[in-house]
């Protein structure tokens, strides 16, 4: 049977310290070379009403757990101001006013597709795993207090993430819109056992917090340089989100993976905003993120973290992977066969018996 | 609600003429920069038992058709020598001895799901369109005899569509298996109006045949030299089919899209046969396909196929677009809503409420 998981499901089962784990191995195996990834690609055109349509995908495999994923997004995307920044913003045009974003499951010894699911939950928690093992490898291991810049999705996974890689007392919220962030924050305090508290400035969060992860979709700096304290570790999930001068005046800074840009094939004559993968590239010019360190190599132990106690250490969870999506997913698809979850569909559906 | 199509209820419904106009449309639209396509990527591991998994994916987008598509192919695949010839075998290791290839088709307006589907009949079909496509535009417009080198699934489609572009009066069919041979000429005779013929060598089969089509697994030329004669115009499915010497003394050679390579990822110390790929890719050494016009060029008059009725022109069907598996797809997907073919399933099981 193929498996149809919600992210409903994946939420009751899955947990961050699972994908934290998981990840790790992946990395030792991604650089040992077993395990592979396939670079993301965004195929772009234009649909109605100045919107972009986009379909973006990745692969990887992950044969220590048997299994292999192919990730899609089918994004509708426009860029407004908002707040005066201007972002990149999915539609959800899709009925019911959702997106579509797919992870699909496959037997690496029968090639047989053992489950499809949403993929919102996963890039949720492989975002905040990520993160959390930069921090793990960089961040001062008596690190207690935590700001978290962003209130929306992404930030969530980011606090309970840092809370299962250090002993976290205190996290300190800062998002611009103040009734979204109280209920972030109250949502996260019956999460996590460290504190969460409400701040009503960028500054008011990040003075003297030991980490500071910025979780936006803006894409230009929220972390500015004057805000930077010794000793600091400070994580972001775009390479825009921590300004220029922070990145270079820092002692280390790590990157996901280093990846080359994602591939891009547009219709001709597309009008796509250079930050068009929604990451900040245009950072990529500001600062050579290419000669940094890899997440693969802090965790092989290849380079260091930090070398004190007052180094200032940046983690750019810059690019998603194929592999990422794959080891998540494969993990999700071993507790909900363990658990018998979901909807369970003919595998002859999604099979065939003539030769392709 | 999405869709869930089987082979048997495409082969139902599709034509091989909606395929080829489509596929035709496809290439304006190509041309012009209106649809576009991404490259073709091979993830490869190994697997057990000498095998390898391989996770083959494409995308492409079809504005004009208001639909996109991803193609999945899932392989465990082995290289054993068959009759004298190592192939490339892909086996049926998914439950009831399946194999795992998948399109899924979304919606360029929503971005929602709006069919998953094999990918068997479509390929087949698409790449007897392609063929015969490249036939329309390089084989005389009087030919009538047509020599199929190949019996197998491949083969049944390159006989029906070069039938749908070429008054075809006469079909030769060889190839090694006496038995399979028979059943094919059988089965096929049901399907066209022109005479099928068996033969018992490929000499037989192509001597005075206006039209050559090899159509074959095998990754070493399956059509020599010495049989070329005036006028005739070869096709292949592969790189390989075509021996070098055809090639470089026919007087136009065109090529499906000229791309290059599929993009090749795979685990550390992988030894894959260097036509991995099945196309016979070791070909593209001993002959300059890259300078080659492409099926959008002569679609277009930017080139013409042939200039005398004594010019051999060979067309070799290189290698698999997204694009094709969107257009054909998409086809599907409008006939399957008119006629309420399939399974249905609530979109809302492939779609999300959260932001990816």
Known sequence: MTRILSNEDIEQFLSIESCIEDLEQSYRD?????????????????????RIYGLKTMDGIAPRMG??????????VSWPLIAGTRRRVKIPAAP??????????????????????PDGVIQRMRVGATSALGA?????????????????????????????????????????????????????QGRVQATLVDCSSPEQAVRDAEIVLCATNAIEPVFLPQWTQPGQHLGSIKMSELAPAVLKEAHQVAVHLGHSKPLLVKAQGLEVPDHSAGLGWQMADAYDFKACPTLP?????????????????????DLGLGLQ??????????????ENIGHQLPTDWFTEDVHP
């Not at 991604?30 to 009403?49: I, M, N």
């Not at 973290?305 to 007052?310: A, C, K, M, P, Y």
């Not at 794959?326 to 507790?335: E, F, G, L, N, P």
Request: glycine fraction near 6%.
């Open 96 to 117: 019911n006013e959702r997106y579509t974003g797919l992870v699909l499951v496959f037997s690496t010894e029968t090639g047989e597709p053992l489950a499809i699911m």
């Open 67 to 76: 299994m292999s994923a192919v990730r899609i997004n089918s994004d509708i």
């Open 297 to 317: 190599q802090l965790v092989m132990g290849e380079v260091q973290g930090r070398s004190s106690d007052t180094d200032v250490t940046c983690f750019v969870n």
């Open 136 to 188: 793990k490898y960089m961040a001062r291991e008596s690190a207690k207090t935590v700001a978290v810049l962003g209130s929306g999705w992404q930030a969530g996974a980011q606090v309970m993430a840092i809370c299962a890689v250090r002993e976290i007392t205190e996290v300190r919220c800062y998002s611009p819109n103040a009734e979204r962030r109280a209920a972030f924050v109250a949502e996260m």
């Open 30 to 50: 991604l650089h040992e070379g077993s395990a592979v990834t396939r670079q993301r690609s965004d195929t772009l055109v234009p649909t109605s009403g100045d």
């Open 325 to 338: 999506f794959a080891v998540v997913a494969a993990r999700c698809v071993t507790i909900a066969n363990a």
